[in-house]
Nanobody, 126 residues
Framework: VQLQASGGGLVQAGGSLRLSCAASGRTFSSYGMGWFRQAPGKEREFVATIAVSGGTTYYADSVKGRFIISRDNAKNTVYLQMNSLKPEDTAVYYC????????????????????WGQGTQVTVSS
């Protein structure tokens, strides 16, 4: 599985960005997908995840109500719509695939995800 993240950039506080993550392979619809982020000097942290079923999502408290994760299985793509961005959202954002999950199961743990994209930089200026 190869994952290609895109859509990052520089935005002012209060603005919006939409990240995309395109996956290779014919079985994307059977993967749980997640977004994580890593700020300089900090550990990688969970942001959002969407289950195989697509109907179940979960968010970190820090982004709940501002970010929306979604998936388009026809396009093998998962998205992260980020609204009301804050300077503390500045980080490299990574998408990841969990190929060992099923149904509505979700995971916030990095060790649950066995494939990772290369990351896309998001910078929010104050």
């Amino acid at each position: 599985v190869q994952l290609q993240a895109s859509g990052g950039g520089l935005v002012q506080a209060g603005g919006s960005l939409r990240l995309s993550c395109a996956a290779s392979g014919r079985t994307f619809s059977s993967y749980g997908m997640g977004w994580f982020r890593q700020a300089p000097g900090k550990e990688r942290e969970f942001v959002a995840t969407i289950a195989v079923s697509g109907g179940t999502t979960y968010y970190a408290d820090s982004v709940k109500g501002r970010f929306i994760i979604s998936r388009d299985n026809a396009k093998n793509t998962v998205y992260l719509q980020m609204n009301s961005l804050k300077p503390e959202d500045t980080a490299v954002y990574y998408c990841a695939a969990n190929t060992r999950t099923y149904g509505s199961n979700l995971s916030t743990l990095t060790r649950s995800y066995d494939f990772w994209g290369q990351g896309t930089q998001v910078t929010v200026s104050s």
